[in-house]
């Protein structure tokens, strides 16, 4: 057995082999690309005859490298930077840090604790491509997010009146179509009915288009305070561009929104996790992409509970013994389960009930969602590993069900 640290950039990876006991056995810089993974696999050859004799750390769990190392046959760890920097730590005092020394350490914690780092999954083709595209999507939508709060933030200052036409909802087709043509407080009063209706209906809108067009005119003409007119100008030109931004954002995110739902549809998973209440298309697809498709990634659901972010973790010491929330979890995961247990207590009898239950003993709103996440994921493991659809009766089985 061997162990590989493979520290990483964008030209070049910095490689250190160690025996069973830790003394160096190689050291080499390869190149990104075939090259470079040419001459990997004949530093590797020297000392390994099979690849199952192969251990690698890498601070990655994606890309074309990773997906060569695994195709490789090798066994790939990805390590948390943040435990790379705390094991660095218990070695050296020095602070000192350098390519070669970090793939040293990477080929040393895999050799001593490998056991408490994740392998990367063999996920099949179609879950990798659910996962780029969800991906892309939620982060498309985050981007969008950012711009619609530059845009809310310029409106407050200099244009009230259009918070008060379209609310927070500003990436609505309404908001979009009328702000495009009417960017500042002074267009915006000089807008007739029918102008604003004709810019609903280039918007998309079909119904109550002149009742519509009327509400927002009467917002649009309502007293407020006027910023200078140089002033107004900037922001109305800022005010234009960002409108642009979100719309061809929104049209962007419907397009791959589209693709993402024809993945997940393909996906042999996808019937299950379907049949999961609150869980749709959209959020199937997510949770899909970043548990991924493995069958063996999980042995139990603690282990997928875990990885999730959800189960809380306990601090003891003496008398005292609390139990918090996990901070360091993957982001995307987390918000798409909180949204899926938050989904499914309108159409779940015992989530609701279990959810009642946690707000009952006095846990927030935010806290009784998560244990319903954590709960919702172990009853996600047991249809995958079961290959069954969602059962309500076996999923809930007591009416009074105790909380934990």
């Given at each position: 057995?061997?162990?590989?640290?493979?520290?990483?950039?964008?030209?070049?990876?910095?490689?250190?082999?160690?025996?069973?006991?830790?003394?160096?056995?190689?050291?080499?810089?390869?190149?990104?690309?075939?090259?470079?993974?040419?001459?990997?696999?004949?530093?590797?050859?020297?000392?390994?005859?099979?690849?199952?004799?192969?251990?690698?750390?890498?601070?990655?769990?994606?890309?074309?490298?990773?997906?060569?190392?695994?195709?490789?046959?090798?066994?790939?760890?990805?390590?948390?930077?943040?435990?790379?920097?705390?094991?660095?730590?218990?070695?050296?005092?020095?602070?000192?840090?350098?390519?070669?020394?970090?793939?040293?350490?990477?080929?040393?914690?895999?050799?001593?604790?490998?056991?408490?780092?994740?392998?990367?999954?063999?996920?099949?083709?179609?879950?990798?491509?659910?996962?780029?595209?969800?991906?892309?999507?939620?982060?498309?939508?985050?981007?969008?997010?950012?711009?619609?709060?530059?845009?809310?933030?310029?409106?407050?200052?200099?244009?009230?009146?259009?918070?008060?036409?379209?609310?927070?909802?500003?990436?609505?087709?309404?908001?979009?179509?009328?702000?495009?043509?009417?960017?500042?407080?002074?267009?915006?009063?000089?807008?007739?009915?029918?102008?604003?209706?004709?810019?609903?209906?280039?918007?998309?809108?079909?119904?109550?288009?002149?009742?519509?067009?009327?509400?927002?005119?009467?917002?649009?003409?309502?007293?407020?305070?006027?910023?200078?007119?140089?002033?107004?100008?900037?922001?109305?030109?800022?005010?234009?561009?960002?409108?642009?931004?979100?719309?061809?954002?929104?049209?962007?995110?419907?397009?791959?929104?589209?693709?993402?739902?024809?993945?997940?549809?393909?996906?042999?998973?996808?019937?299950?996790?379907?049949?999961?209440?609150?869980?749709?298309?959209?959020?199937?697809?997510?949770?899909?992409?970043?548990?991924?498709?493995?069958?063996?990634?999980?042995?139990?659901?603690?282990?997928?509970?875990?990885?999730?972010?959800?189960?809380?973790?306990?601090?003891?010491?003496?008398?005292?013994?609390?139990?918090?929330?996990?901070?360091?979890?993957?982001?995307?995961?987390?918000?798409?389960?909180?949204?899926?247990?938050?989904?499914?207590?309108?159409?779940?009898?015992?989530?609701?009930?279990?959810?009642?239950?946690?707000?009952?003993?006095?846990?927030?709103h935010r806290r009784a969602l998560r244990s319903l996440a954590n709960r919702w994921v172990g009853i996600l493991h047991g249809c995958l590993r079961h290959r069954e659809r969602y059962s309500e009766e076996r999923a809930w089985p007591v009416l009074t069900e105790a909380v934990a």
């Amino acid at each position: 057995m061997i162990f590989v640290g493979i520290d990483w950039s964008e030209t070049h990876h910095d490689v250190c082999v160690l025996d069973v006991e830790g003394a160096v056995l190689a050291k080499a810089r390869i190149p990104e690309g075939v090259e470079g993974l040419a001459k990997l696999h004949e530093v590797l050859s020297v000392h390994a005859e099979e690849a199952a004799e192969v251990v690698v750390g890498i601070e990655l769990d994606r890309g074309l490298l990773v997906g060569a190392l695994v195709a490789a046959g090798y066994a790939v760890h990805a390590l948390n930077p943040l435990s790379v920097d705390r094991y660095r730590d218990r070695h050296r005092t020095s602070g000192a840090k350098s390519d070669p020394g970090d793939a040293r350490v990477l080929a040393d914690l895999v050799r001593t604790d490998r056991h408490l780092h994740r392998e990367v999954a063999g996920d099949t083709e179609l879950a990798e491509a659910v996962k780029v595209l969800a991906r892309a999507n939620q982060s498309l939508i985050w981007s969008r997010q950012r711009q619609l709060n530059q845009l809310r933030n310029a409106l407050r200052e200099f244009y009230p009146a259009a918070l008060q036409a379209f609310g927070t909802d500003l990436a609505s087709a309404d908001a979009v179509a009328v702000l495009s043509v009417a960017p500042t407080p002074a267009k915006g009063r000089s807008l007739s009915t029918s102008r604003i209706a004709a810019a609903l209906r280039r918007g998309g809108r079909r119904r109550r288009g002149t009742e519509r067009a009327q509400e927002i005119q009467a917002a649009l003409r309502s007293p407020q305070l006027e910023a200078p007119e140089l002033v107004a100008r900037a922001y109305g030109d800022v005010v234009g561009s960002t409108v642009r931004v979100v719309a061809e954002m929104t049209a962007q995110i419907e397009v791959l929104t589209r693709e993402l739902e024809a993945s997940f549809e393909g996906h042999p998973d996808a019937e299950i996790l379907s049949s999961l209440p609150g869980l749709g298309v959209l959020l199937g697809a997510r949770v899909l992409a970043e548990f991924g498709d493995d069958p063996d990634r999980y042995a139990d659901p603690k282990a997928r509970k875990n990885y999730a972010g959800t189960s809380p973790i306990t601090k003891a010491s003496g008398r005292s013994r609390v139990a918090l929330a996990r901070f360091a979890r993957n982001r995307r995961l987390a918000d798409a389960l909180e949204m899926w247990a938050f989904c499914s207590l309108s159409s779940s009898s015992g989530a609701r009930r279990y959810y009642d239950a946690h707000r009952a003993k006095g846990h927030t709103h935010r806290r009784a969602l998560r244990s319903l996440a954590n709960r919702w994921v172990g009853i996600l493991h047991g249809c995958l590993r079961h290959r069954e659809r969602y059962s309500e009766e076996r999923a809930w089985p007591v009416l009074t069900e105790a909380v934990a």
